[in-house]
Nanobody, 127 residues
């Protein structure tokens, strides 16, 4: 059974930083890309960032570009999302997900390509 577990959420003020981490068990970590999505109340799930299996391909959602950084550490089997200059509109539940494709060369930002999901971690940014 594949388990994806996020950690690191919390409450911060606008302009501050927060780091999220994610681990996977039950499926090899090194061979698959990882992604972060988020969902605010009454909104659809939104793509945040993704990295392919070896870190060579990375893409960000337009709303976080230049502020968030995704990184994948295959030795520690962890994917991180460093969030800087946080805004109240970043408030959401953040979900980590693992790619279905083995050693995908070009990272995917499509929700449909990520069948393995964590339960999410809440990030709240106050103004």
């Amino acid at each position: 059974q594949v388990q994806v577990v996020e950690s690191g959420g919390g409450l911060v003020q606008a302009g501050e930083s927060l780091s999220l981490s994610c681990t996977v068990s039950g499926r090899p970590f090194i061979n698959y890309g990882m992604a972060w999505f988020r969902q605010a109340p009454e909104k659809e799930r939104e793509f945040v960032a993704a990295v392919n299996w070896n870190g060579a391909s990375i893409v960000y959602g337009n709303s976080v570009k230049g502020r968030f950084t995704i990184s994948k550490d295959n030795d520690k089997e962890t994917v991180l999302l460093q969030m800087n200059s946080l805004k109240p509109e970043d408030t959401a539940v953040y979900y980590c997900a693992q790619d279905q494709n083995f050693v995908r060369r070009i990272v995917s930002s499509s929700l449909a390509d990520y069948p393995y999901w964590g339960r999410g971690t809440q990030v709240t940014v106050s103004s």
